[in-house]
């Protein structure tokens, strides 16, 4: 029987932690491409190679993190590590991944925020970075839509979500098109009779005890709810950003980037150029996107630095943590209920309408200013969606690029 209170993992499959944490920070050094990428990266290295688990738990695994709200390769690398060696090995198992990734971001800001970008040559390094990032958007926006907006139905929620967006902006705007999300994707899983979807019975080996489960779902609504009692202070603005940011997202890491702009950008906590160069930042480093929050943190005034940066990077993703594990006892019902797939079907929709009122507005606004600039951000997603070179060969190709024609003096 497992402790009441504590999770209890399958004690045939029970590893060190400290296996855990090395495994995963050879994946955090290397892993690069995105959440896709990193599931693939994980099968290979947990299913295939070290055989901590088989295919069919870890398909299962893979389905309840792409369900929930979070960064769905941190979840899974989560729910591996608390599956190998309990609470600890999830610790580490996120630990090992998003170091290295963290790392390079508090760098990066701080060197943007050191040397500033009035500097010709950084200026344009960083316009090169600006570029990238529509690129990378557009990229994004496109396997997105391809993927979960393929029907007429769900198209025009896309195209809903990105008008409320574009028409409502801030925070208020992203809200409003996550709910006409779900709203819109029962309709239509109503309308259209969808069947129930799963991925089997397949026990996870994991378990959480239900009046813990509830405490971690307490917590997280606790702290969702708190800003709107209480004000926040000035040195947690940030953190409480990312925190929202981090509870909210469906459907890939890019997608914590227009609701990170809104509390940020739009707040002024964080000046634009800033907020894009990060991003585009994000694109040349392994491990988890949602790293990016590390840099934001460490680049706004208060409390800035390092220390921001770390607490930005826990806030986004603690919210990941306690929806995985809250949910955990609830997933055998969850996974076969019609209705909360369709309203998941139409979240994701949704946040793709997100993703394209963000590539006009602050994406492409703050980096294309001629014919130049359209002919750079082209090449560079041809680079990435036709040749399929890594992301991060593009990023510091483009960064490179731009500081060399600063450097020259020739514009």
Known sequence: MPEQGAIAVDKAGRGSVGEVFLAFLRLGLSAFGGPVAHI?????????????????TYADMVALCQFLPGPASSQVGLALGARRAGPLGAIAAWTGFTLPSAI?????AWGVVSFGTDDPTASLAIHGLKLVAVAVVAQAVMQMASRLAADAPHATILVAAATLALTLPGLQGQLGAIALGAAAGLLVGRLGNRPPSGTGSTPLAINVPMPLALAFLAILAALLIAPFVVTVPEGLRVADAAFRAGALVFGGGHVVLPLLEADTVQTGLVARDTFLAGYG????VPGPLFTFAAFLGTAAPMPGGVAGGLLALVAVFLPSALILFGALPFWDRLRTWGPARSALDGINAAVVGLLVAVLYDPVATAAIFGPRDVAAALVAYLLLEVWKVAPWI????????GAALGWSGWV
């Open 40 to 56: 693939g990266y994980f099968r290979t290295e947990f299913v295939e190679r070290r055989r901590w688990l088989d295919d069919a």
């Open 104 to 108: 390079l971001m508090i760098l990066a």
């Open 394 to 401: 593009v990023v510091v190709g483009f960064g490179a690029a």
């Open 281 to 284: 930042l994000a694109q040349a």
